[in-house]
């Protein structure tokens, strides 16, 4: 099986742009977390969907969105990105539910100047 | 915030040594997990153990769960430089919501 996909791998934007990042889980797999990591926050829990409905979300404004189709891609979406917006962007696929492991993909590293 | 706290936040070994990781949590879990990342890479799940286990092996891997002290380690034996990498914890809280919070990561040097 292929493993969970990120797209683009690497992005560059400037302050007030958005970006939209996209993720394709692995084969089977109908729930996709998104998390943020940066080197002083450590992994940030961002949301979570299962079968197109987002079933978690963790403590980030607005400004971060997300959705997911029904083939389980899913795309997150940052508007009016500010300059703390920069860091690794990481998507992980699992089967089900709460009691699994994830499988992550290799991330978007967002810039912003 | 984060659930898990790892320590140390980073550690030096020679080859061959054993590394003895250690995390910290606050609330009732579901499960607890360990990750290994690679420089800039996605994380990698190395093993997970339910709240009503007490150690699991995986080869080389050792983890204990102690609910409670809500603490876990995770040993690593006969270290090797391939072994270089940041290792998480992550918490899977009880619940139909529930998601895995990670903490900030020790960073294990493995030295030649």
């Known amino acids: 099986k292929a493993g969970v996909t990120q797209t683009p791998r690497y992005l560059i934007k400037t302050r007030g742009q958005q970006v939209t990042l996209s993720c394709s889980p692995i084969s089977g797999h109908r729930s996709v977390s998104w998390y943020q990591q940066t080197p002083g926050q450590g992994l940030q829990f961002l949301f979570e969907?299962?079968?197109?409905?987002?079933?978690n979300k963790g403590n980030f404004p607005g400004r971060f969105s997300g959705r997911q189709f029904s083939n389980s891609r899913s795309e997150m979406n940052v508007s009016t990105l500010e300059l703390g917006d920069s860091a690794l962007y990481l998507c992980?696929?699992?089967?089900?539910?709460?009691?699994?492991?994830?499988?992550f993909g290799s991330g978007t590293q967002l810039s912003v100047l | 915030s984060q659930q898990g706290e790892e320590d140390p936040q980073a550690l030096s070994i020679q080859e061959g040594e054993n590394a003895t990781m250690n995390c910290s949590y606050k609330t009732s879990i579901n499960n607890l997990q360990w990750y290994r990342q690679n420089s800039g890479r996605g994380l990698v799940h190395l093993i997970l153990?339910?709240?009503?286990?007490r150690e699991k092996h995986s080869g080389r891997l050792r983890v204990t769960l102690d609910t409670s002290k809500k603490s876990s380690s995770l040993l690593i034996t006969a270290s090797r430089a391939a072994d270089t990498a940041s290792y998480f914890c992550a918490t899977g809280n009880t619940g139909a919501n529930s998601k895995l919070t990670f903490g900030k990561g020790i960073t294990l040097s493995v030295r030649p």
């Open positions: 969907y299962f079968s197109e409905t987002q079933r």
């Open positions: 992980a696929s699992r089967t089900r539910g709460p009691d699994e492991k994830l499988f």
């Open positions: 153990i339910r709240s009503n286990e």
